[in-house]
Structures are given as structure tokens and as C-alpha cells.
């Protein structure tokens, strides 16, 4: 199983090598690649698989892959970081750090809620097309907070207009 997966591995991290060859294998997986670096040194940078669902194209060394809300992460821990030493008390109105933040309505939002993302600031309370959404010209738009009726759960108005049915 191990000719799945390509790339360096410090023997440290097998496990790792083993999983990602397993969910290859298994199907989990079509096809990913991992790198991890510990204090600057490069211990694994592997991957394998394809990038295609037919199984056509093989993932390579300078296969280029989007990166989905990985800031969501480093944010996360930055904030627990501001927790542990104090400064910021996670029950703490953002608005407390952030005065402009308590504007339109947003006044009663914690930093607990920015941190599990369900403040529902991202969401509108009004539908709107998918184009007006990316390119933020829904002169409609509000914002409602999801602890006041706002949600970020799909609409079937909003999912009628993505699949434009």
C-alpha cells in the first residue's frame, strides 16, 4: 500500500503516511497531499492519489490545491491564545475589544460566538441571488444576528435560486 503515497516522511510520523494511503486505497480519499514541519524542519511532505473523481490524473509533487477557511484555524488558536493569557474573556461582547463591532445590531455577539462561527454575521436575512452574494451589490442586504431570528440554515427560496431550477 505504501507505493500510494510519494514524497518524504521522517520515520516519526509513519502513522501518518499509513493513513493517507489507507484512505486513498479504502476510497476515503481520491486524493490529498500533507506537509508538516516541525521548529523549520520539513518531516513529511507526502501525497497521493489523483485530482480527478475518474481516477485519471495522478496527484503529483506541484499538484496545486485550494485551501478552504483555513484562517478559521489560526484564528481560532489565536483567540484561545488571547483567553489563556487573559486578555479576552471568551463571554465578552466583541463589542468590549471592538467598539465600531457593536454596530448594525451586532452589539450582544461574544467572542465564544466569533471563535464556533455562529454569530451569523456571514448570513443575510433577506435572499439574494447567488451573484449578488459573491459580488456584494444585493442592495437588499441585511445582516441579522442568528441569537435574533437570523440564520445561517439554507432557505429553499435561496437553494431554488442556486440550482436555478
Same mark, same amino acid.
Given at each position: 500500500m505504501d507505493h500510494v503515497v510519494h514524497g518524504h516522511c521522517d520515520q516519526r510520523f509513519d502513522k501518518v503516511r499509513?493513513?493517507?494511503?489507507?484512505?486513498?486505497?479504502?476510497?476515503e480519499e481520491v486524493g490529498a497531499c500533507i506537509a508538516i514541519d516541525v521548529e523549520g524542519e520539513s518531516v513529511v511532505d507526502i501525497w497521493g492519489g489523483f485530482t480527478d473523481?475518474?481516477?485519471?490524473?495522478?496527484?503529483?509533487?506541484?499538484?496545486?490545491?485550494?485551501?478552504?477557511?483555513?484562517?478559521?484555524?489560526?484564528i481560532s488558536l489565536a483567540g484561545l491564545m488571547l483567553i489563556d493569557r487573559g486578555l479576552v474573556e471568551l463571554t465578552a461582547p466583541v463589542a468590549t475589544y471592538w467598539p465600531e463591532f457593536a454596530a448594525?445590531?451586532?452589539?450582544?455577539?461574544?467572542? #465564544?460566538?466569533?471563535?464556533? =462561527? %455562529?454569530?451569523?454575521?456571514?448570513g443575510w436575512e433577506l435572499p439574494s441571488p447567488p451573484k449578488t452574494c459573491m459580488t456584494g451589490t444585493n442592495p437588499r442586504r441585511a445582516w441579522r444576528p442568528r441569537?435574533?431570528?437570523?440564520?445561517?440554515?439554507? #432557505?429553499?427560496?435561496?437553494? =431554488? %435560486?442556486?440550482?436555478?431550477?
Open positions: 499509513a493513513a493517507l494511503a489507507d484512505n486513498i486505497v479504502s476510497g473523481g475518474a481516477r485519471t490524473n495522478a496527484w503529483t509533487e506541484n499538484t496545486i490545491v485550494n485551501v478552504w477557511s483555513s484562517t478559521k484555524t489560526v448594525n445590531g451586532k452589539q450582544d455577539i461574544q467572542f #465564544r460566538h466569533v471563535l464556533s =462561527h %455562529t454569530s451569523g454575521v456571514s441569537h435574533l431570528g437570523g440564520s445561517r440554515e439554507p #432557505r429553499p427560496d435561496i437553494t =431554488h %435560486t442556486i440550482k436555478g431550477t
